[in-house]
């Protein structure tokens, strides 16, 4: 099931408020789940885009081009 951005957020705010439950470990995984959800804030995407469509499609957020603005 793809996440949205919001909910990677979301995700991100609870695995970080958690570390001592989750560990350590799930540092990258977090990061990760930041810099995905807002490099597609910043391309302006909205929060209900899901971001493991745009992933697979286009390998990582770097690669995927910034939404047209109508």
Do not use: C, F, R
Request: charged content about 20%; proline content about 4%.
């Amino acid at each position: 099931m793809a996440v949205t951005i919001l909910e990677a957020l979301q995700n991100a705010q609870h695995n970080l408020s958690n570390i001592k439950l989750v560990g350590v470990g799930m540092v990258p995984i977090i990061e990760s789940q930041l810099n995905n959800a807002v490099g597609l804030l910043e391309k302006g995407y909205d929060i209900e885009t899901e971001v493991e469509p745009l992933l697979e499609q286009y390998g990582d957020v770097d690669n995927v081009p910034a939404k047209e603005q109508y």
